[in-house]
């Protein structure tokens, strides 16, 4: 596994903050419910757009331009114009330092 530290992160609100980071070329979306942080792709399965500019709610992000909704924690597409997930990565938090795998 190759980590990577996400500076800002501690900075998302803790209620369903999210944010974009890009890590190897990889497009992340970085979320926070309470003291938990989640990552997915952060570009939408459908066309383009960015999830970070999306609306999250209850452990689910929408997408902004078409309303496609996703579970965070699965990647899962639950419903809107999409039949593919979102790529799912590891994040863990150590000193507060908040790092991303998207090996
Ligand atoms: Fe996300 Fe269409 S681009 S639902």
């Not at 996400?6 to 990889?26: C, E, H, R, Y």
């Not at 997915?40 to 496609?68: K, R």
Request: hydrophobic content about 40%.
């Amino acid at each position: 596994m190759t980590w990577t530290p996400v500076k800002g992160a501690d900075a998302l609100s803790p209620d369903g903050g999210v944010m974009a980071v890009t890590i190897d070329n990889v497009a992340v979306a970085l979320y926070r419910f309470g003291e938990d942080y989640l990552a997915t792709g952060n570009i939408c399965t459908h066309q383009y757009a960015l999830l970070s500019d999306g609306f999250v709610e209850n452990g689910c992000v929408e997408c902004p331009l078409h309303q496609a909704v996703f579970d965070v924690r699965t990647g899962k597409a639950l419903s809107g114009p999409v039949s593919k997930d979102l790529e799912t990565y590891a994040v863990k938090v150590e000193d507060g330092q908040v790092f991303v795998d998207v090996t």
